[in-house]
Structures are given as C-alpha cells and as structure tokens.
C-alpha cells in the first residue's frame, strides 16, 4: 500500500464523543470553511502555523535572536510577534526553553498514524470504539485519508469520518465504502445565512448528505448551537425538517457554542469575531433538544 503524507494538527486517545466506543481522533489540518465560532482555529490553515502562549514566556530573548525572518522583538518585556512575516519555520520553538512557542500542525504518513493508532486497539475491541478522523476537514486530504480508512478496513478497525460534507462528490464516493459512520454538521438551514458565517454556502454540504442518504449509510447529524446563528426552535425545527425523509439518521447532536476559540486564536495572532459572545445556557439547550425529540429524533447533548 502507498505510504501517502498528510498533515495533522493533533491525534487524542480515549476520545468518547467522536463516536461509538473509546476512540483516537486523528485531527486533519486545514478546512475549506471559516466560521466564525470555530473551536479549532489552528485547524483551518494547511500549513504548520507558530502559537504562542505569552504566560509561559520568560523573556529570555533566544526567539528574537534565532527567527531568520526576524518576526520577532521584545517591547516593554514582552515578545511581539509580527505575524505577517512568520512562516512557521519552527526555530524559536527549538530554541525556547520554557514552552512559549509550539508549531501547530506537522506531516505524518500513514505509516506513522498507523503506528500510533495500533497501540489503542485493544480498547477499541473492548468498548466497540475505533478511530475517527476530524479536523479541520478531512476530505480536504483525500489521498491521506483515503489510504488511513483503507488500512483501517484491512485490520477491521472502525472508522468514522467527523466532516462538514463540504467537498466534491467524488471524495464521499471514493471513502463510502471503507467508512462505517459519518458525523455531519448542518449547521444552519438557509444557504445565505450559512455563507454569512462560515464562508461557503450549503448546497454541496445537504447534497452530500443526501447522497449518503441514499447509499443508506449511518450518519449523525451534529449542530453546533451558535448563539445569534442557529439557536431558535424555529431554525433548529428546520434543520430537523431538512433530514426527517432520511432513514440513515441514527441521531441528532446538539453541540454548544464553547468560548475555547478564543484564546486559541490569540494565541495564533488571529482576531476572534465572537469575542463577547456568552455560551448558550443549559435550558436554551434542553429546549431545542425538546424540539428534536418531539419530531422523533435521538438526541445528545454536549459533546
């Protein structure tokens, strides 16, 4: 088999939200959309970006002295990154003693997940988890995850792909076989409102779905409950409305909008466009998770 690259971000053990049983999530970096709640910031570059953790930094000024772009100065104490001129080359990160500066995303191959990934079968075959790929967006790598699910088949590892569906038709149609479960978000009904805040519109996502429709494969739905966006009984009731003709949906996920975006993208050089924005409350939750179930879904909450 090829031992196709890729690029990743983050690989975390004995995740129980990403699907059935204790899993490993394999995070993908890079992602076609760029909504404005996103929790992974670091996600959506395909490149390895430099964040910086300004609480850990001791001011030792061995960064400033090694960035051969020469990104980097102290003002009043501080480490002042000018972010246009990083290119993630990674030296003041080998040279910062105190853990100040990481570089977010490296390349693997598969044979590397792989590696990784074996350690945790055991756990796999005992809780009836597997392996999920998440991002960033998957299908934004096809070739790398295509070879991932493939290896995953031929040692009867169960996979789940976690994705927007925003891609071409041939990347579902390519992995749809060699994929047990598919977590997809719909994350607003109405296309103009969807590319407000996430950049793209939703038609190739519901046609994807749709596709997966009629192929008859499991899918959850997941909707990040964002307040302001999405987080009225009347686009929720959309939403489930959308999907009710779909036999495949085995239940729905209400994701609740979480501030954790924020630091990251501080931490990135990155403004946050919801800065202030307070997380939904518990009730709010629960109310649209009423609304779901009253149309006959399952539903979990969280996650």
Excluded at 69 to 85: F, H, M, P
Excluded at 113 to 125: A, G, R, T, Y
Excluded at 128 to 141: D, N, S
Excluded at 170 to 187: A, H, P, Q, S, W
Aim: aromatic share 6%; proline share 6%.
């Amino acid at each position: 088999m090829a031992n196709t690259t890729g690029i990743i971000f983050d690989i975390k053990r004995y995740s129980i939200n990403d699907g059935p049983g204790i899993r490993t999530t394999i995070f993908f970096k890079g992602c076609p959309l760029h909504c404005l709640w996103c929790h992974n910031p670091e996600g959506i570059s395909f490149k390895p970006q430099l964040m910086h953790r300004p609480s850990r930094c001791i001011q030792c000024g061995r960064c400033v002295l090694v960035c051969p772009q020469k990104a980097l100065e102290i003002q009043d104490k501080k480490v002042v990154i000018s972010w246009e001129k990083c290119t993630g080359c990674g030296r003041c990160v080998i040279d910062c003693p105190s853990g100040a500066m990481e570089l977010v995303g490296k390349s693997v191959t598969v044979d590397e997940v792989m590696k990784e990934m074996i350690k945790d079968i055991v756990f796999f075959d005992q809780s009836g988890g597997g392996v999920t790929f998440c991002g960033g967006e998957p299908l934004a790598q096809p070739e790398f995850l295509y070879e991932l699910l493939s290896r995953c088949r031929a040692m009867d590892i169960h996979t789940t792909v976690d994705t927007s569906c925003y891609a071409p038709r041939g990347v579902l149609e390519r992995i749809i076989d060699k994929t047990n479960l598919f977590l997809c978000d719909i994350k607003h009904p109405d296309s103009a409102k969807h590319y407000e805040w996430t950049g793209v519109e939703n038609a190739i996502i519901l046609d994807n779905i749709r596709f997966l429709a009629q192929k008859k494969k499991p899918v959850i739905i997941r909707i990040p409950v964002i307040p302001g966006f999405n987080d009225q009984p009347e686009t929720i009731k959309s939403i489930g409305t959308l999907v009710a003709h779909m036999k495949n949906i085995h239940q729905i996920d209400l994701l609740p909008y979480n501030t954790g975006g924020q630091s990251k993208s501080q931490r990135l050089g990155k403004s946050y466009k919801m800065s202030g924005i307070q997380e939904p409350s518990g009730l709010n939750i629960k109310e649209l998770a009423a609304v779901l179930r009253t149309m006959g879904y399952k539903v979990h909450t969280g996650g």
